[in-house]
């Protein structure tokens, strides 16, 4: 068997769905204090505040990006990608963007829809070498439309989701307390990734080690919402299926290389680690580099200056404006509701499109893994949109608040500076 299970975890368990960091309201009262109160009326004024929350919430590194006008309007990086080396963390720094990722699978479903291959009305049996079946709900008829929108029945088993997906890259220093937290305390092995097909084959074949009632609810498709990373590492064998291309390769020729985002892979073995941001713990554990063998749902290593491009893209998609990756409908497709009003939980967002989450008068993603922290949002009038990268945690219990805190001081700097401009 590819995988064993681990009977205990022996750290308070963290959450890496990102669900709380987009779920942040993004009032005021959720703040305890802004560094500065003068208002930001300048690219200078930004950079100063940018530079205050860094100092004063601990954070070792982080780069930000607004679009607005049509343009790419400010883009800074802020802090460490390395602490210990002294290391700047710079434009051209590589990160892990976790969930984000998310994402790019949406990017790639709707090029899939738009050349044919299936729509989201679309039955996955239909397209999968193997039938997939809710073993609480055998008569369920699960669409493309379900995986996407986290509506699917299939959901992630908290007592093996970890130790089976993620794991620590070879030609590691195992000797810091960063290294035993994940490899002695997680139960994280040292390993290369496996075949997407082979980690699915785990969960979703009667012989597999992770197969069981463990791996879904008893609902109907789309009218049960519960965020799902091995659904979404499911949407991406889909893809894989339904294009015959490996998912790794379709997302780079179809998404990545139409923005020019030449420093971003889905592909672990394809980053160059030593321009990589060290995840960190805090600022005095810095954790070893890893992967996750159901890479789609989180493993997409960039740069803010190529995220900054597919930023722009999204933005100009969103108003109609681009054709970069496939023809305006597709991009509105990814911005559609989706779902009844009332199926995603009031604390999370208020509908989904294709990934993408509908709060107030955003679209947003983010994502959390072991040391690394994204989050991207777009007005949905197209005016604006922002992103910011981070090699901090918010996973373990006692970091999701801080991360969440510097989440809505940038959110709050970012609105002042577009208000003012």
Known sequence: ????????????????????????????????????????????????????????????????????????????????QNIEQDGLFSNQTVINIASLSKT?????????????YFSL??????????????????????????????????????????????????????TTSGANILVNQLGLSITNPVPLDEYLAEYFVEDGELYGEANFIN???????????????????VIESATEIDFATYVQSNIIEPLQMNNTTFNVLEVDFSQTAVPYLDKNTPLPFYGNHGYPEGSIHTSNNDLSNY????????????????????????????LEDTVVPNFFAENHGIYWYKKGNHWSHGGNSLGVSSHMQIEADGSYGFSIIANMDATFSDNTPQWEEVLQLVTVGIQNYVQNN
């Open 311 to 338: 930023l722009l893209d999204m933005i100009k998609g969103i108003k109609g404006q681009s054709n970069t990756l496939f023809s305006n409908e597709y991009y509105q497709l990814l911005f559609t509701e989706q």
């Open 121 to 174: 009305d679309t039955p996955i049996n239909q397209l999968l070498p193997v039938d997939i079946v809710n073993l609480k709900n055998p008569e369920a008829v699960i669409k493309v439309k379900h995986l996407v929108t986290h509506t699917s029945g299939i959901i992630d088993d908290p007592n093996t989701y970890i130790t089976t997906n993620y794991f620590v890259l070879p030609n590691q220093d195992m």
């Open 219 to 237: 609902a109907i498709p789309g009218n049960t919402w519960s965020y799902s990373n091995v659904a979404t590492s499911l949407m991406g064998f």
């Open 104 to 116: 790019f699978v949406a990017a790639a479903t709707a090029k899939a829809i738009e050349q044919g």
């Open 1 to 80: 068997m590819l995988y064993k299970t681990k009977t205990t975890i022996k750290r308070a368990l963290f959450i890496l769905l990102a669900t709380f960091t987009i779920a942040c309201s993004n009032d005021d009262d959720a703040i305890s204090e802004i560094p500065s109160s003068s208002e930001i009326l300048t690219q200078e004024d930004l950079t100063s505040y940018f530079q205050q929350v860094m100092d004063e919430k601990e954070v070792a590194g982080f780069a930000i990006n607004i679009v607005k006008d049509d343009n790419v309007d400010y883009t800074k990086s802020f802090g460490y």
